[in-house]
Structures are given as structure tokens and as C-alpha cells.
């Protein structure tokens, strides 16, 4: 797998520098001083890594299959940031030492290449913007997913246009054919991306066979494939877009962790807790209603680790989905391998799967240590958040460092609990954090 | 873990281009003025 991931990230890295080595190729045409061509060169740096943002989130299986796709997500925005950063650098640089390049502001009479140029300036900080802060804008994830594609797509286009209008570096035929190959690929992907997987989902549809409450306003949504074989496997623990109610054409899609067992398939189930504008209506749900699916995605899953002498899992709240699928999967296996599972919830009358949870011990070697904020009265058990010392009380001595940890629930609890079972010496690559909080 | 991996990727990816950007503006033949729009 590592192997596979090193050449991954050696063909991301050609990607990224091939524009500028296009650029830097063949006969040059004049400099026009240091800062000038700095900032040329800075543009096509920004505009390559822009270009590779759409490739990131396409969600090539294979590609991101070594990483896991929540990571690759997480490297989109880091490389945003980035790319961001160095157009607007390229623009920084004109209109702080050649501002009478930069010409009129005013499109009417403008030049049209140096317009979409600030067109494809602006998309790509509004695009930035509302991403980093969705939530404190307060911005519905559909309108932000709409616009986000929209943005990019015609900020890049835009971007595009500019350098061939201005085609100072680009004038060579050989260089012309190479940026329009280059721009062909990105429409190909766009029209694989946004038609092609769509059209092919809507061919596939599941429905909806079951739609059953559970603790904690949480609800359990289960899918069978309608006239195919559906998902022919998946490991436990990973995750799929869903889409409710709407085409698969329409970006209504929400990533879920299944939490059923694959060998339960083709029977698939969700863990869904009401907490939104699209998992508030799940109750609502009716038997029958066609559904979509994107799947499967992710790394994190015990099968990712077929040689661990044992699994931990550190769960809050309905973070419980993937280690579900992940201890229903090792009980259908008859696997013996000892297990725990840390699980943080703020009353006991919130634990979802808490009955079955109980029966899943019965069936595995597993030691299910409940951590409650509220505890009810004669409550026994650990309260509080999971912190170090319930970690310390609660894993062998013996075998704490070889155990491979699942982390799963909201963000500040997986982050201490990382730094907990850092400091209790368990090396980095035993901690498997699921990032789901993607905007 | 992988979080700290994507970080530290996502800045030799911005450090690699700048230092080819850098080179790039190095490398350029006699400066013409550049355009007035």
C-alpha cells in the first residue's frame, strides 16, 4: 500500500509541476525583469495546483484508496489555501510595481483578457471564503455545495481564458497544444464528474426497505439495490454519498459511515442522527423511497490492519456508525481478537446501539466502557469526557501500544483523545481518526 | 497522523512550485520593459 501511495503522490507532484515545466520549456521569449516574471511564473504555479483541486475531489477510487478519500478532501483545502496564496500573489505583485499593466478596472474598457483574469481572481476567493467559513456564514451545505462547484468551474474556465488571452508565454504552437490539452482533460473530468456518474448512479438505484428510531432522536436507514446487484463489498467502517430525495444530478449527496456489516450485503444500513437540514427529515423517510449511492470510500476500517493483535475503538456520541459496521462485521466473522470500546455519550439514555451493543460482547471478546456526562443515580461506570486516565485505567499495560485505535465523534473529542493515547505511548501510525467534518 | 502527512504534502507541493517559479524568473533572458494596457 505504501508503495502504491508514494508513486500516487509522484504522479500528483508531475501534475502539479508540468505547466511549469511547459512554461520553462523550449525557446523563452524575453524577460521583463525579476518581479514580472516571478509573478508570471507564480500565476501558472497557482493556476496548475487549481486545475489538480478538480482531480482531488473527483473521488478516483483507486487513487484515493491508499490515503482514504476524507484525507484527500482535507489536502483540497490545504492545496486551496495555497494556490490561493500564489494568485493572489501574482496579482499582488502587478498592482503593487506595474499597476499600468494592470489598465482600466472598468470591463467596458478593459482589456477582456485581464477582466476574466480578475473574474477567475475573485471566483477563486469566494470559493475559498465560503468554504473555510461555511458554518460561520452560515451558509446551507447545498447552496455552498452549488456554488462551490459553480465557482470553481467558472473561475477556472476564466483562469483559462486568461492565459490564452494573454499568451505571452504560451504563444510557442507546441506550448498552445499542450495548455489546450490540458484544459480538454479538465472538461473531460468535469463531464465524467458532473454527467457521466450522475447518469450512471440514477441507472443503479436502491430503495429504502427499512427506517427504524433509535436512542438519541438517531434513526437507522436501510437500503436494498433495485434491479442490480448493488455494492458487491465494501470493508467495515467505510463510507458512502448518499443522496435522498433528489437526482444524483442535483449535489444533494451527504457522506455516511455504513453501519451495517458487509456481510449483510446487499443489504446496506445507515446510522443517521438528526442534526441538520437533510438528517431532520430522515424520520420522514417512507418505506420504498428511491436512494442513491456513491460508495465505498475510506480507510477506516479494521480490515485495513489485517494483522493487529486487537482493535480500540474511541466513539462520542453518533461517531458509534463505522465502529458498528466494524464489530457486526468481526462477530459475523467469529473473529476473537480483544477488543475495546470507549464509548463517550452525554446521558445513558443517549447511547445509540446500546441493547446491541451489549449483545455484540456476548459474541466477541469485547470490554464495552460507557463514559457518561450525566450519569443517571447509582451510575458506577466512568463519567466525564474520555480522557487519559479512563484510557490508562481501561487498556492492558501489556498490549496498549500494539492495539490499533479507531477514533470517531466530534472533532475537539477525537483530537484529545489522540494527544491521550500519544502520551500513553502508542505510536502515531496505530491512531486512525476519521475526519468527517469536511466544511 | 495522516492529517500531519496531507499538511506537510500540501507545503512541499506550495514550496516546490514557488521554487520553481522562482527559478523560472531567474532564468529569464534581457528584460524587455513590460507592457503598458
New interface residues.
Given amino acids: 500500500v505504501t508503495g502504491r501511495a508514494f508513486a500516487w ?1 509522484g504522479i500528483y ?1 508531475l501534475l ?2 508540468a505547466p ?1 515545466v511547459v ?2 520549456a523550449g525557446p ?1 521569449p ?9 509573478s ?3 500565476g ?2 497557482g493556476m ?2 487549481m486545475g489538480i483541486q478538480f482531480a482531488l475531489t473527483a473521488r478516483f477510487k483507486r487513487a484515493s484508496a491508499p ?2 478519500v476524507d ?2 478532501y ?2 483540497h483545502r ?2 486551496a ?2 494556490a490561493l ?2 494568485v493572489l500573489a501574482h496579482f499582488a505583485i502587478l498592482w503593487l510595481l ?1 499597476e ?5 478596472l472598468d470591463p467596458r474598457v ?2 477582456w483578457e ?1 477582466t476574466v483574469g480578475r473574474l477567475a481572481l475573485v471566483c477563486f476567493v469566494l470559493t475559498v471564503v465560503t468554504s473555510e467559513f461555511r458554518r460561520f456564514l452560515r451558509i446551507p451545505y447545498l447552496a455552498w455545495r452549488i456554488s462551490h462547484v459553480a465557482l470553481a468551474t467558472v473561475g477556472f474556465a476564466a483562469a483559462v481564458a486568461h492565459i490564452g488571452g494573454v499568451g505571452y508565454y504560451t504563444d510557442a504552437p507546441f506550448k498552445r497544444v499542450l495548455w489546450l490539452a490540458v484544459t480538454l482533460i479538465w472538461l473531460l473530468l468535469l463531464v465524467w464528474l458532473r454527467l457521466v456518474k450522475p447518469w450512471d448512479q440514477r441507472r443503479h438505484p436502491y430503495r429504502v426497505v427499512e427506517v427504524r428510531p433509535e436512542r438519541s432522536n438517531s434513526w437507522t436507514l436501510a437500503l436494498e439495490p433495485d434491479g442490480h446487484a448493488g455494492v458487491t463489498r465494501f470493508k467495515p467502517g467505510q463510507f458512502a454519498w448518499l443522496t435522498l430525495r433528489g437526482s444524483p444530478f442535483g449535489l444533494r449527496e451527504h457522506p455516511f459511515s455504513m453501519a451495517s456489516a458487509p456481510e449483510r450485503l446487499p443489504r446496506i444500513e445507515f446510522g443517521i442522527k438528526e442534526l441538520g437540514d437533510f438528517t431532520g427529515e430522515i424520520g420522514t423517510v417512507k418505506l420504498g423511497e428511491v436512494a442513491y449511492l456513491d460508495a465505498p470510500y475510506g480507510v477506516f476500517s479494521v480490515d485495513t490492519y489485517p494483522e493487529a493483535p486487537g482493535f480500540a475503538f474511541v466513539i462520542g456520541g453518533i461517531g458509534i456508525t463505522p465502529a458498528m459496521s466494524m464489530l457486526r462485521s468481526l462477530a459475523a466473522r467469529g473473529d476473537r481478537r480483544p477488543l475495546r470500546l470507549f464509548y463517550g455519550n452525554s446521558s445513558w439514555d443517549e447511547v445509540v446501539f446500546r441493547e446491541e451493543i451489549e449483545e455484540l460482547a456476548g459474541r466477541l471478546d469485547l470490554t464495552v466502557v460507557h463514559i457518561l456526562q450525566d450519569a443517571p443515580e447509582g451510575w458506577e461506570g466512568e463519567t466525564g469526557y474520555v480522557d487519559k486516565a479512563v484510557l490508562e485505567r481501561h487498556l492492558p499495560a501489556d498490549r496498549r501500544t500494539r492495539l490499533q485505535y479507531f477514533l470517531c465523534g466530534p472533532t475537539p473529542m477525537a483530537h484529545a483523545a489522540e494527544a491521550a493515547l500519544r502520551e500513553l505511548g502508542v505510536p ?2 496505530h ?3 476519521e ?1 468527517f467534518e469536511l466544511v | 497522523m495522516r492529517r500531519r502527512t496531507a499538511f506537510w504534502l500540501a507545503m512541499l507541493t506550495g514550496v516546490l512550485v514557488v521554487l520553481m517559479a522562482l527559478g523560472f524568473a531567474l532564468m529569464q533572458p534581457a528584460a524587455l520593459p513590460p507592457p503598458v494596457s
Fill in positions: 503522490i507532484l502539479v509541476v511549469l512554461l520553462l523563452m524575453p524577460g521583463r525583469g525579476f518581479w514580472w516574471d516571478f508570471m511564473a507564480l501558472f504555479a496548475a495546483m490515503f482514504g484525507i484527500i482535507l489536502f490545504y492545496l489555501l495555497i496564496a500564489l506595474y499600468e499593466a494592470l489598465g482600466e478593459a482589456r485581464l502515531a501510525h491512531i486512525q481518526n475526519i
